[in-house]
T-cell receptor, first 115, second 113 residues
Framework: AQTVTQSQPEMSVQEAETVTLSCTYDTSESDYYLFWYKQPPSRQMILVIRQEAYKQQNATENRFSVNFQKAAKSFSLKISDSQLGDAAMYFCAYRDRSNTGKLIFGQGTTLQVKP | DADVTQTPRNRITKTGKRIMLECSQTKGHDRMYWYRQDPGLGLRLIYYSFDVKDINKGEISDGYSVSRQAQAKFSLSLESAIPNQTALYFC????????????FGPGTRLTVL
């Protein structure tokens, strides 16, 4: 069974600095999808970025980028120029290419941004 | 207008009560999912549905049941609520023909006393 692990329950960063959130996963599949979701205090689940395993190039969305290391089964999220609005819980999620479309989530990392 | 709505947003109930959480979507998606979120555990899948006649158990379905009344509506029931079902519950939808993305509702905070 696939698993996703986020080993950092909490992280903090100074405003305008860079922070990296870690995520590792376990799967026997070769093709799959990985996601980072943001959950602010409003509870809404917001998609931050996605990565397709067959693409070697790391995904980037404005200040958010990933470091996808397929062989190491690692998928970290880098937030550059951190802003107060980035404070939230961040979830890493895995989806295989099967027909179910199920997402498997990590435990979450709470990010605090200090002014 | 929200594409995926959940009612109620917050609910406090007592042990043994029957509770129904409702999810509606206007996205026209065929697939719907129910997840629960617990501190330190992330989100875990309870049930999912591919269409009105196709309901499937997720990894933590014990103590829950679901009903897909229409393509747009997917309800989650707790027949006899217990305190360890206190959690944040999310409904999500996806379009199997178009995208791998899931779209989440705003969540329901359920407290069982």
């Amino acid at each position: 069974a696939q698993t996703v692990t986020q080993s950092q329950p909490e992280m903090s960063v100074q405003e305008a600095e860079t922070v990296t959130l870690s995520c590792t996963y376990d799967t026997s599949e070769s093709d799959y999808y990985l996601f980072w979701y943001k959950q602010p205090p409003s509870r809404q689940m917001i998609l931050v970025i996605r990565q397709e395993a067959y693409k070697q190039q790391n995904a980037t969305e404005n200040r958010f980028s990933v470091n996808f290391q397929k062989a190491a089964k690692s998928f970290s999220l880098k937030i550059s120029d951190s802003q107060l609005g980035d404070a939230a819980m961040y979830f890493c999620a895995y989806r295989d290419r099967s027909n179910t479309g199920k997402l498997i989530f990590g435990q979450g990392t709470t990010l605090q941004v200090k002014p | 207008d929200a594409d995926v709505t959940q009612t109620p947003r917050n609910r406090i109930t007592k042990t043994g009560k029957r509770i129904m959480l409702e999810c509606s979507q206007t996205k026209g998606h065929d697939r719907m999912y129910w997840y629960r979120q617990d501190p330190g555990l992330g989100l875990r899948l309870i049930y999912y549905s591919f269409d009105v006649k196709d309901i499937n158990k997720g990894e933590i379905s014990d103590g829950y049941s679901v009903s897909r009344q229409a393509q747009a509506k997917f309800s989650l029931s707790l027949e006899s609520a217990i305190p360890n079902q206190t959690a944040l519950y999310f409904c999500a939808t996806s379009d199997s023909r178009a995208s791998v993305l899931q779209f989440f509702g705003p969540g329901t905070r359920l407290t069982v006393l």
